[in-house]
């Protein structure tokens, strides 16, 4: 895994009461490997430890022969003391959809931390897209998120995210501990994004202005392309988000990389509708074909 952020530290001093860091079922694992094959992608080679679950893949309906995969995680969320490992592979030519089979929730912590790390290889030609639904961080949780990208030549991946800071309905708005996420994309050439959100109540107000202001729900996605017309790419995404129930904008990234996508909205639901938008958008500009329904409830 990365390096730790320095302000988890303490709290990895801390032992876990009941089922220790490395104990069964707290360092999970998953691996796919995805492989283009007569002009399908196809899940070639996967590897689940709990407590992560993949029941197969589906195909998404579109022209483009991509194998869509959920994640799924039969437990309660992340507890104090997990430590997730999941690394998704796309071989030259493949294209793949991963997504989860629900939110992701962050459970209330006492002792320790939750960790998850998502590596993404995106081999020649090939693409890949990891859309999540929504992380729910409970009362006190602490979680800290990597999400890792390489790109091949020819290669492009979308990569989003959607936070929301609590069970809303209970109102239980910025109870969490600690929240930490990095995203890094890397090509060839070098580093092409390196973006981190770190949000602590305690500290420093997540409501204050330049950060969410009077929002509750943050999401972000990222269209890694550097093959692509990065400005119309930012130019057509901006205009595609413009009425939408969440506060929304797009951005050329530096080097040419691709896109990043800001959306600020007080439910789960607003802000998943902007990235989906956002979503469909690239989609279209990249591949030519406009975003899947992912068959969710």
Not at 27 to 54: I, Q
Not at 72 to 79: E, R, S, V
Not at 153 to 166: D, H, K, Q, R
Not at 191 to 212: A, F, N
Request: charged residues 25%.
């Amino acid at each position: 895994m990365a390096a730790l952020h320095r302000s988890f530290e303490p709290y990895a001093e801390e032992s876990v009461p009941a089922a220790d860091v490395g104990a069964p079922g707290k360092d999970g694992e998953l691996r796919l490997t995805f492989a283009e094959r007569d002009g399908t992608s196809e899940l070639v080679r996967d590897y689940a430890r709990v407590p992560f679950h993949l029941s197969g893949t589906l195909s998404n309906g579109d022209d483009l022969g991509a194998a869509t995969a959920y994640i799924q995680n039969p437990t309660a969320g992340i507890a104090q003391g997990d430590r997730h490992s999941v690394e998704i592979e796309a071989e030259p030519g493949a294209r793949a959809l991963v997504s989860t089979g629900s939110a992701t929730k962050v459970l209330r912590m006492e002792h320790n931390y939750g960790r998850a790390e998502t590596d993404i290889d995106v081999g020649e030609g090939a693409h890949v897209e990891y859309v999540p639904d929504q992380t729910i961080l409970h009362r006190d949780a602490r979680y800290h998120g990597e999400t890792n990208v390489s790109l091949a030549p020819g290669a492009s991946a979308i990569v989003s995210e959607i936070v929301v800071p609590g069970r809303l309905a209970r109102g239980e708005a910025f109870e969490f501990g600690r929240y930490f996420s990095r995203t890094t994309a890397r090509d060839s050439s070098g580093l092409l994004l390196d973006d981190t959100t770190h949000l602590c109540p305690d500290e420093s107000d997540p409501r204050r202005r330049g950060v969410l202001g009077d929002h509750t729900v943050y999401g972000t996605l990222y269209a890694l392309a550097p093959d692509a017309d990065t400005d119309g790419l930012a130019d057509a995404v901006h205009d595609r988000l413009q009425g939408n129930a969440a506060r929304a904008s797009a951005s050329a990234l530096p080097c040419e990389a691709g896109v990043s996508v800001r959306a600020l909205a007080d439910r789960a639901e607003d802000a998943k509708a902007a990235l989906t938008a956002a979503w469909d958008e690239c989609r279209r500009a990249l591949l030519g074909v406009g975003a899947p329904d992912l068959r969710k409830p």
